[in-house]
């Protein structure tokens, strides 16, 4: 995984580039997220290591926090997916797995880190928007196994007719006043977690 190499080079570079290698948080939107989350766990757990067969970068003790934000992670459940949304993600997942029964691949499962995840995963914040079908389906079931796993999860979710509506990466929407709220949250979450 690309990812790890990347950190494997930050760590063995922390003085020249100024880094702290015992204080890395590291961050994902959407597909991102989902590669947040296996980095994470490929970071956490031995045994998903040994799964996908990559040497983890990072020891548990360095990663201090993940933020996830609006991500899969139980890519299975998107082969129930509605709607236009759901027939793209069934097809964009085709494209990339090479199969057209991709839920049950390697890949697929390997993605699906919702199973994978243990309680030695980092300290975790996670959102999504009430309009993003995402948010019930993948979002909030990760941070209920993370919490149910001991993980001290911090979530920024909506009521379902909370207005306005907050779509996919509603974050990024620096016009929403729930997306300027969740900025600065965020911040001030990663000075908890990296003071």
Known sequence: MQLNDALGYLVDNAAELGIDADRIV????????????????????PAYAELVGIDPALSPEQLRAVLLNCG???????SNAPGI????????????????????????E???????VT????????????ADSLTDTQSRPLADRLAGLGVK???????????PELPHEYQFHLDYEDARAALAATIAYLDTVTG
């Open 72 to 78: 899969i992670y139980d890519v299975d459940e998107l």
């Open 110 to 116: 390997q993605m699906s880190t919702l199973g994978h």
């Open 153 to 163: 999860v911090e979530r920024l979710f909506y009521a379902a007719d909370h207005e």
């Open 26 to 45: 590291i961050a994902g939107d959407s597909a991102g997220a989902n590669l947040t989350s296996q980095l994470a766990t490929l970071t956490t757990s």
């Open 119 to 130: 309680g030695d995963f980092p300290p975790t914040w996670i959102t999504g928007g009430n």
């Open 85 to 108: 949304a759901g027939w793209s993600f069934r097809i964009a997942l085709w494209a990339y797995l090479g199969e057209k029964d991709w839920a049950h691949t390697a890949g697929g």
